[in-house]
Each structure stands twice: as C-alpha cells, then as structure tokens.
C-alpha cells in the first residue's frame, strides 16, 4: 500500500485550530443570489415578513449577503467542540482497491448521534431560538437525520421540540423515532389530527402516508399558532450553508497543514446544505481568483434538479405557506419515485449552490442509484464505515473521479464529503443485497408536467 | 462550565504514537490464571486439543503467560489506524451537569461501523487465519456486535465468515444481519438444520427461538467439519483480552501526555474483554507496585457472575464443547432473564479476570437495567453519544463515582470504557422510554440450582 508516513490516515485539527467564524460565501460572490420572495405579493422578502415564522438572527443571517465571515457564538463553539473536528480522511484503502494514482480524501461527518452534518446548523439554529427567550422550535422530518440532530440540539439548550415525522418514516423507522424520543423530542407522524391543515388532508386522503410537504406546513403551522415558536429548516435556506461552512472551513485548514491542494470537490446534493458548507471557502478562492477548482454536485437521477430542473422563482414547499426562492427546481409538486430509497429528495436546490451552478462556477451530475448502493458497499468494505445513501451518491463519483485518473495516469487529489452513516437506512441496503433494488428515471413529459405548476412571479415567463 | 483550555474535549494520539505492541498482563501476574482444562480428561489443555477448533497462533497467544509485550503485525496495524485511534474524551458536560469535582474521562471505542470495541480482537483473530491459510471462520453472535465485527475483518482480509445468529436476535434484529450481509458474511439463525447439533436441538424444541450456547455448539461444529476453517471467539479467551490491551494501551499513553493519573478505572464486563482490555497496562503497574488504581468491574444485577457467582471449573459454553475454564460463573445453564435488554448475558468471566477479582485487586458491582438506562439517557442528552445499554453499565457507576465526589468533595480522576453505540438495541430504549422497563434479578435458589451442575474436575469440590 502506499501509505505515506507524512499524511495520516486520518488527520484531526486541534481544538485549537478549529474555525472561529462561519465563512458566508455570498459575500465574494459578484452575482448575488436571487432574494426570497413573498408568495402573496411577489416583493423580496423582509425582516418583518419572515419574523413570524423564524427565529430573528436567522432572519439577519437570511438576509444577509455582505458579511464574509460570522464569528461562532461561544456556546456554539463549545458544543461543536463534543463532536468535532469531523475527521479528513485518506482513503488509501480505497485507493489501493482501485488502482488509482489519484489521492483521494474524504471528511466524514458521521461520528455523532444524529449520524450526519446536520448537527452543525441543528445546534445553531437551537441556540438562537434560546438566545430570543423562545421555548421551542418545530420541525418536520424525512429520512430522519435532520429531526434527530434537532432533538440533540434542542435537548442541550433545554428548548422544547416538535417534529412531524412523515407518516411512512415514522412507521417505517421507528428507531428514528426513539432516538428521539430518547432525547426528549415529541414526535408527530404528519399528517396529523393537531394541525388545521393536517386534519384537512385526513379528510382528503384518509389512508395517506404523508409527504415532506406536507410535514411542513403542518410544522410552520404549529410554529406560528404557538406562542414563543418558530419553524426551523435543515436544508436550502443561506443560513444553513453558512452553519454548514464549519465541514469546509475544517476541510481547508486540514489540507492547508498538509500543503495539500485539491483538485476536484465532490459532494452529494439534495438541498445543498452538504454541499454548501463543504465547497464554501474553496469557491471563496475561486471567486476571488486565488485558486481553482473543479466543484462536482451529485444528486440522484429519480431527483436531478440541477441536471434536469429549471433556473426560475418556485415554492420551497408543497404547502405553499414559505416564501419564494429562485432555484434549480423540479416543480413544488414532483415527487421522486416511491423506489428512491436514499434522501436528497427535495424539489429545488439552495438558492446560493442554483446560482453559483447558473454562472458554470460549479458542475452537477446525475447518477442511479443501483451505481451509487455498488459504490457504498465497495466503500464500506475497504474504509470501514457503512456510508449513508446520501453519501454514498459523492463516493460514486469520486470512485468514477480515479478511476479516470487510472486511464489517464493522473495522480489528481479528490475531496468528498462522507455526510453520514447508514445504520438507519439498512432496509434500503437489505434491497440492495437480495438484488431487488431498480432505478428509475423521470420522463421529460413527467417534469414538464411539472414545470407547468411554477408560480407566476414578476419579471418570470 | 470548568473547561480547561490545557486539556481538550477529546485526546487523539496522533498516528505516530499509537501502540505497537499489546500487553500481556498475565506476565505480571504472581498468581497466574488456571490453565483451560479438557473437558474429557480435566487436564490441561495443550496445543493439540486446541489445534482442532483454534488458529495455531492465537492458541500460542492463549497459552502464553510469560511475554510481556506482543507486537502487533504491521497489517493489524494498519487496519487499525483506519478506526483508531479512539478518542479519550474528557466529560466536561457530563461533569457540568452533575455539578462535581470529579473530572471525568471516557475512552469511546463505538467510532466504527461495527459500533463497538469488538473490531479490535475480530481483526487480529482474522490476520492469523489468513497468515495460517485457512479459508474461513466460523462465530456466534448474539447481539450482533461480535459478528458485525468479524465481518468486516474477514471482508477486509478476503475470508470467508459464518456467524450463527440466536435466532431471536436474527428475527428482532434485522439490521445488525443486513450489515454483517453487506461485508459478505453468510448469516444463519441458530438452531439451524445445517448441523447436527442444530438438528437434534429443533426436532426436541421444535419452536425454540435459539441461545448462544447452542450457536457457539453450532459454529464450532461447522469449523472442525470444515476444511481450512476455524472457530473464533469476541471474549473471555485470554487472547483476546490481549488484543483488547489496545485499549488501555492508548488509554494510558493519551493520560500519560497530559499527566493525569486516574484513580477509580471502570468498565463494564459480561466475558470482560473491554474492561480486561482498558485496565490491563494499569493493572500491570498495580502489579508490579509502580503506581495504585482502584479499578470497578459492572456486570448486570441479572446476571451477576463475579458479585454472585462462585470461583471454579466450567464449561465455557452450553453444549460443553469447549474448554473448561476457571471463573467466576453462574453454572453454564443460567440464562439470564428474558427481560434483560443489554448484553453481558454470558454465564462466566474471563479466567483473567476472575483470578484478579479473587485476588483482591479489582471491585465488582451489580447494577439494574433501569439504572443503567436512566444513566444512558442523561449522558445522551449532555455528551451527545446514544451509548450502547452494556457500555451504560459503566456510565452507571461512574456517575455514582463522581456524585460521591460531590459529597465529599474530592476531585477524583475518573476513566471509564465507553465500549459502543446503542444504534442497534432502540427496542430497549423504546421500552425504556415507554415506562415498561423492568428489572430482574435472579433469587438465590436459582442460582444454587445452577451451582449445582458445575462439573467435577479433578481437585474441585
């Protein structure tokens, strides 16, 4: 094996080392990303219009698009330090398994309980809704990650927490479920009779099993319908990225120990969060013309926003009920196949991760995901950690990367984002493993269906 | 909060300072453990008996009381440094929330895909099969950490892995089976019709939901009937407390850098490979009278081997197929009850072990599930790790270590074995959290009912 004594397998900054301050990438950017909107009247929102279903310095953060970098609060700092710095690790198993001369790293975020990155922005989010003397927030949830890194959250400032749990996870995964719990979370499988608008599609559709969409509209309901609540969001929104930028800001000065100069960046997208905080620092360079890289988004070819969406102003959510945002989208109403078995299942892309994309700044490639499932359990055998599906979309890619590296003999330097682990998702792995798992691919005719939907917004065709 | 900027959140030894050797403790031992009889003859075992069902190098391991240091082969170490070093983390929350003097440490071993300290011995035991050139291993699994473990070591070396699953556990525990199945291992639930012994067992107790005696009878069968395959076993051997020395190898150096001298070292123990593992490099400075530390082993009040249990001969398994060993046991017919949610359930304890607790070096205490739940859920919350319920025995004790301290005010050093995550064993917290959660623990004509079939071995009453 060429294992290189100068570069450990895994390298961990001190805690000394690790970043005091968020890096908000909008503020080197020279095209800005396009405002939220109000949906009732199409104007950019402000503080005012947001304050009733978000907390107020996430609104400043929201809206904020000059401040370069943002100090981390103290307490932030102090709960980051329980489980970070996240490792950067050099694959050189998957290196030798492959043949490449491509060196390939990767910073794993799933060593804490909620099993993902998104206790980075979960924490941050907690604490300003603490810091406004609020007495909880809500939430909805998928897959599971977000809802369990809010709960940790939640339960370390002492804050009161609600999540709705689409109904077929709640069902599905009860371990989610109880990990929550556990942390004292209360968890709602949505829809639910608690909410007007979940009792109204009861009656609709007796047997549904609930949809993202909805989850949400019956989390911002109860937000604002309860005195000292605000609704909290894990993905998309700037504020995110700009939390999740600590994975970057982490992976930069990682490499930087090391001289180490990626070429290409990889991560997993559904709506960006990952991605976002990842690339942030590095797209800082390239933005102001320090350096360059090649920035490779991956979503799944059943949810290929950015590959197959469109550039245009669209709901954030099924419900109708949150503001406006131009994205890559596939229409508020597409739904990916009910054989998608990984998330990254949202309908549009962060506004911040469309626009950079828009200016070529960044790449995006679709991959199914019978490729992406081969990809994690090559991963998982050589590199010992069982990777999430989400996850698992960049290590294809990466696997891809060297493997092109090996035709061409170019000892290029990969960098992906292992996002989580996959203890939770093992049904989908059991599919992959007795050879039932399928892909399936939207028809143009499908999304053109759904394009059809996009709202009328001034100065949008 | 008494964050103290000289000691971080977490210890890491860098790459460079990681053990090379394991630590025998047995060379330190005046008094050294009784040697494994055979069952047949009540003679000592000899390398012969063991060649059979054993690898040929970890019965030298097994029968080795003299060396001190045992190096650790370069492609151990290697794989190792893909999940180790593990952290040693100072509790700061944890203290912050009790509010004692007590400085708390806790060396998280769960940082793995099998989620627990098993990997440490499943890949040497691995290395000397492929070494020996033998095809495969056969093991047992009960809660599933040990086989995890094992399959992922024989995915990395390329040999070929048959766990035995109690039965119970493979039907509750599909997950803990899915991984084991995505690193390659062949799963069969125990009883199986695949052995003779799995045979005889259903055609008596055709409904039967399985133990661990009858896989281990079931996995032991398969390897002597098998050629190129041996039996490898997750704890109690002395080779494995060996390998286990890791642990407190690292332990011990991560203290030694930051000049802490623990005083109270506690681990949980069910066959003790963790606690042998964490206490062995101390224990051999109480030995040889270079330093004094008190060290608490925690079983569970349901199966209480060293604080009930009686110190002689007996057989290491229920099929009596297996050496006999000198222990603390429960008699090999005891089970504990079905109520018992966490692990440990095994009727004996590492000869090792046994013969320092006779010794007067080591304390033991029993502990109830509730309390050991009621602690795991309070270290959640505050150090953000959902702990596994055997590694919460520990965490049990060692909250009631540091709120004694609260009482009288001293500021101890307290190191425990965080051996793993509990993201496999939910249905016990949902229990717990359910409010149905209850305890049992064995009355003491029970456990002279099972005292009473102990064999007869020569110079044994």
């Given at each position: ?24 990438v909008r503020?080197?950017m020279?095209q800005k990303p396009a405002p939220l909107r ?24 929201e809206?904020?698009n ?169 993905s998309v929104l700037s504020q995110v990225l ?29 709506g960006g969060?990952?991605?976002g ?34 550039f245009a102003y669209d709901?954030c ?6 503001p406006l945002a131009k994205m890559y989208t ?18 549009g892309m962060s506004s911040i991760l469309s626009e950079l994309y828009h ?103």
């Amino acid at each position: 094996m060429k294992y290189d004594h100068d570069i450990p397998y895994k390298i961990y900054l001190k805690e000394s080392e690790m970043p005091t301050a968020w890096y908000n990438v909008r503020a080197d950017m020279k095209q800005k990303p396009a405002p939220l909107r109000n949906p009732a009247t199409g104007a950019p929102c402000t503080f005012e219009d947001l304050r009733p279903v978000f907390c107020d310095e996430l609104i400043r953060q929201e809206l904020d698009n000059d401040d370069r970098l943002i100090p981390i609060p103290d307490e932030i700092r102090q709960f980051y330090r329980m489980y970070r710095p996240s490792p950067l690790v050099r694959a050189y198993c998957l290196e030798e398994q492959l043949g490449t001369p491509a060196k390939i790293y990767y910073k794993f975020e799933g060593n804490n309980t909620s099993g993902s990155h998104k206790l980075n922005s979960a924490i941050a989010q907690a604490y300003y809704a603490k810091q406004q003397g609020l007495k909880g927030v809500t939430t909805e949830t998928g897959a599971g990650q977000w809802g369990t890194a809010l709960s940790m959250a939640c339960s370390y400032f002492g804050l009161d927490c609600k999540v709705f749990m689409v109904k077929c996870s709640y069902e599905q995964k009860p371990f989610r479920r109880e990990v929550m719990r556990t942390y004292g979370a209360s968890v709602t499988p949505s829809p639910s009779e608690t909410t007007q608008v979940g009792r109204k599609i009861l009656a609709a559709h007796p047997g549904t099993t609930g949809s993202l969409g909805c989850a949400i509209s019956e989390a911002v309901e109860t937000a604002v319908s309860t005195p000292g609540c605000r609704y909290v969001l894990g993905s998309v929104l700037s504020q995110v990225l700009l939390h999740q930028s600590i994975i970057g800001q982490e992976t930069k000065a990682a490499l930087d120990q090391y001289g180490i100069k990626p070429d290409i960046i990889i991560g997993c997208a559904g709506g960006g969060s990952n991605l976002g905080g990842l690339i942030s620092p590095f797209m800082g360079e390239k933005l102001r013309g320090e350096a360059d890289y090649r920035f490779i988004a991956v979503e799944p070819a059943s949810c290929p926003s950015l590959t197959r969406g469109v550039f245009a102003y669209d709901f954030c959510d099924t419900g109708h009920v949150c503001p406006l945002a131009k994205m890559y989208t596939l229409g508020s109403e597409f739904i990916p196949s009910a054989n998608h078995a990984g998330g990254l299942r949202y309908h549009g892309m962060s506004s911040i991760l469309s626009e950079l994309y828009h200016q070529g700044l960044m790449e995006a490639r679709a991959v199914e995901q019978t490729r992406v499932f081969e990809a994690a359990e090559q991963f998982a055998r050589v590199e010992g950690i069982l990777p999430a599906p989400e996850s698992s979309h960049a290590i294809r890619v990466a696997i891809d990367e060297a493997l092109r590296c090996k035709e061409t003999g170019e000892a290029k330097t990969i960098v992906f984002g292992l996002t989580g682990t996959g203890y939770f998702d093992l049904v989908a792995y059991q599919k992959f493993n007795d050879g039932q798992m399928t892909d399936h691919i939207p028809t143009d005719e499908e999304l053109q269906a759904s394009f059809a939907l996009l709202p009328k917004v001034p100065g949008q065709k």
